[in-house]
C-alpha cells in the first residue's frame, strides 16, 4: 500500500513563503498524478493545486494562482509545493495524495492515499 507523509509547514508571518513535502513510501502506478488539499477549522477541504505524473502540467487554484508553485522529484519520490507571499487565508492543514481516476484535477472524490498532513499557520 502507498503511504505519504506531508512535512515543511509551520508558523509564519503574512509574505513570507513555506516549502511543502510530500514524500511516498510506494508507488501507485496507473494513476494520473498527485495533487495538494488544504483544510481550515470549520471548512471543507478544498483544492490547491495538482501535478501530472510526468510532471509537465500542473493546475491551481485561483486564490493560490500566481503564488504557489508545484514541482516533483521522481528520484526522492517526493512533490513540493512551494508557497510566496503566504496570506492569512492560507492558514490551514495541507494534505497529499494521488489522483487515482481519470476526472478533473479539482475532484477530491477521485484522489486516495491521503498523508496526516502538515500545518500552515500564516498570522498578520
Known amino acids: 500500500q502507498v503511504q505519504h507523509v506531508e512535512s515543511g509547514g509551520g508558523l509564519v508571518q503574512a509574505g513570507d513563503s513555506l516549502r511543502l513535502s510530500c514524500t511516498a513510501s510506494g508507488r501507485a502506478f496507473n494513476n494520473d498524478g498527485t495533487g495538494w488539499f488544504r483544510q481550515a477549522p470549520g471548512k471543507q477541504r478544498e483544492f490547491v493545486s495538482a501535478?501530472?505524473?510526468?510532471?509537465?502540467?500542473?493546475y491551481y487554484a485561483e486564490s493560490v494562482k500566481g503564488r504557489f508553485t508545484i514541482s516533483r522529484d521522481s528520484a526522492k519520490n517526493t512533490v513540493y509545493l512551494q508557497m510566496n507571499s503566504l496570506e492569512p487565508e492560507d492558514t490551514a492543514v495541507y494534505f497529499c495524495?494521488?489522483?487515482?481516476?481519470?476526472?478533473?484535477?479539482?475532484?477530491?472524490?477521485?484522489?486516495?492515499?491521503w498523508g496526516q498532513g502538515t500545518q500552515v499557520t500564516v498570522s498578520s
Open positions: 501535478i501530472n505524473q510526468i510532471g509537465n502540467s500542473a
Open positions: 495524495a494521488v489522483k487515482k481516476y481519470i476526472g478533473s484535477w479539482y475532484s477530491e472524490s477521485l484522489y486516495h492515499y
